[in-house]
């Protein structure tokens, strides 16, 4: 049996057994909707209005800002296509003790409270919890042995049966139509939890080199020993994305190490100020990407595709420093970039939430064409 059903058959195995009453989980109290953000409101960028319809997606030769939405209609490509020759899926996990740089993980109890000395972070408690990391590899078909093969890495992966199968799909089709070129992609879980005082806040939320050259150092040789691929090296034929927290761990993937990787897709980017501990080098967190680093910094050879929903995330917390809102925080990255003469693409998705769910198989495809475009131009 393929991990991938293994994967599927998991959950539905937890989905019909649930946990004695006793042992469920309380549920966390609903949060408040996030307030809708006008397209045209002060500080917005000027977008270029798409025509509305359900499909409607930039060309994949422009930069700039767009709007989409509010209606969505999945992409031709997250389709079943029988013509499209099936990529490979390998899986293997590895475990927090074997791991150099995040041995071992952090967990915590409860949220922090504002630090009453320093409004910029939390007073948060820890302890230290040992973690599985699943990683799934998708090799294209086609692959010869001794290829030196693109790379895409994508972060809170692998996920559990559709999730996976949908981008599997994406990108066998886009493959076999010539859009992307034939890479292997590497999905890697995070090491548990969110935000500050867990594993993935510490190893997403974090402004310096290390999660780059954990993946680098640690995680690609793994993947090339068990899938039995080889990757390239160079930064201009890798890619790396992913969502919320995710999404800004590609992004400082590249700033940091832009000889290791180049291209970013971001949906919903976290580029707000959820750095944990607090680091007097960048007090602001992500939030200060688009107020400091990238305006003082010489422009770098990146390429960033990014979207957001007119819904997205406002103040989900008990902090209220003004660096909060989702919305906010990706237009700022948008119009620096503009600034900087960076190669770059924005949509702004109405109708949409954190994560950007109802729009994501219509913007998906094309992200990844966007990020490849000019890779047979160099």
Request: net charge positive.
């Given at each position: 049996m393929s991990p991938l059903r293994l994967l599927a058959l998991g959950l539905l195995l937890a989905v019909a057994c649930p946990l004695p009453a006793q042992q469920k989980k309380k549920?966390?109290?609903?949060?408040?909707?996030?307030?809708?953000?006008?397209?045209?409101?002060?500080?917005?960028?000027?977008?270029?209005?798409?025509?509305?319809?359900?499909?409607?997606?930039?060309?994949?030769?422009t930069v700039g800002d767009y709007l989409v939405g509010p209606q969505y209609a999945a992409a031709e490509a997250t389709k079943e296509n029988p013509a499209a020759p099936k990529g490979r899926v390998t899986q293997f996990v590895m475990e927090s003790?074997?791991?150099?740089?995040?041995?071992?993980?952090?967990?915590?109890?409860?949220?922090?409270?504002?630090?009453?000395?320093?409004?910029?972070?939390?007073?948060?408690?820890?302890?230290?919890?040992?973690?599985?990391?699943?990683?799934?590899?998708?090799?294209?078909?086609?692959?010869?042995?001794g290829d030196v093969m693109p790379l895409l890495v994508t972060h809170?992966?692998?996920g559990v049966g559709k999730s996976d199968q949908n981008l599997v799909r994406i990108l066998d089709n886009l493959i076999h139509a010539g859009r992307i070129p034939p890479l292997v992609c590497v999905m890697i879980a995070n090491g548990g939890g969110d935000a500050q005082g867990h594993e993935r806040g510490k190893e997403y939320d974090t402004l310096s080199p290390l999660f780059a050259e954990f993946i680098e150092e640690e995680v690609l040789p793994l993947v090339e020993k068990n899938a039995g691929v080889r990757l390239t090296r160079d930064p201009e034929d890798r890619a790396t994305m992913g969502v919320s927290s995710g999404a800004a761990a590609a992004f400082t993937m590249a700033w940091y190490r832009p000889d290791l990787w180049r291209r970013v897709i971001s949906l919903s980017g976290t580029f707000v100020n959820q750095q944990w501990p607090f680091d007097p080098a960048t007090p602001d967190g992500a939030w200060g990407y688009h107020t400091t680093i990238i305006p003082a910094a010489p422009r770098k050879p990146l390429r960033v595709w990014m979207c957001v929903g007119d819904r997205d995330n406002f103040n989900p917390n008990v902090m209220r420093d003004g660096m909060h809102d989702w919305v906010e925080a990706n237009h700022r990255m948008a119009k620096v970039l503009a600034e900087k003469g960076y190669r770059y693409q924005y949509l702004y998705c109405l109708d949409s939430g954190h994560g950007v769910g109802n729009a994501r198989p219509q913007l998906l495809p094309q992200a990844l064409e966007w990020a490849w475009h000019d890779r047979r131009k160099r």
């Amino acid at each position: 049996m393929s991990p991938l059903r293994l994967l599927a058959l998991g959950l539905l195995l937890a989905v019909a057994c649930p946990l004695p009453a006793q042992q469920k989980k309380k549920a966390a109290p609903a949060r408040p909707q996030p307030p809708t953000r006008p397209f045209d409101a002060p500080g917005a960028p000027k977008f270029v209005r798409l025509d509305g319809k359900p499909g409607a997606v930039p060309p994949v030769d422009t930069v700039g800002d767009y709007l989409v939405g509010p209606q969505y209609a999945a992409a031709e490509a997250t389709k079943e296509n029988p013509a499209a020759p099936k990529g490979r899926v390998t899986q293997f996990v590895m475990e927090s003790k074997d791991c150099r740089r995040f041995n071992p993980g952090i967990a915590r109890k409860e949220f922090g409270v504002p630090d009453p000395k320093n409004p910029k972070t939390l007073i948060v408690e820890t302890h230290t919890v040992d973690y599985r990391r699943a990683i799934s590899v998708y090799v294209p078909a086609g692959h010869r042995a001794g290829d030196v093969m693109p790379l895409l890495v994508t972060h809170d992966g692998p996920g559990v049966g559709k999730s996976d199968q949908n981008l599997v799909r994406i990108l066998d089709n886009l493959i076999h139509a010539g859009r992307i070129p034939p890479l292997v992609c590497v999905m890697i879980a995070n090491g548990g939890g969110d935000a500050q005082g867990h594993e993935r806040g510490k190893e997403y939320d974090t402004l310096s080199p290390l999660f780059a050259e954990f993946i680098e150092e640690e995680v690609l040789p793994l993947v090339e020993k068990n899938a039995g691929v080889r990757l390239t090296r160079d930064p201009e034929d890798r890619a790396t994305m992913g969502v919320s927290s995710g999404a800004a761990a590609a992004f400082t993937m590249a700033w940091y190490r832009p000889d290791l990787w180049r291209r970013v897709i971001s949906l919903s980017g976290t580029f707000v100020n959820q750095q944990w501990p607090f680091d007097p080098a960048t007090p602001d967190g992500a939030w200060g990407y688009h107020t400091t680093i990238i305006p003082a910094a010489p422009r770098k050879p990146l390429r960033v595709w990014m979207c957001v929903g007119d819904r997205d995330n406002f103040n989900p917390n008990v902090m209220r420093d003004g660096m909060h809102d989702w919305v906010e925080a990706n237009h700022r990255m948008a119009k620096v970039l503009a600034e900087k003469g960076y190669r770059y693409q924005y949509l702004y998705c109405l109708d949409s939430g954190h994560g950007v769910g109802n729009a994501r198989p219509q913007l998906l495809p094309q992200a990844l064409e966007w990020a490849w475009h000019d890779r047979r131009k160099r």
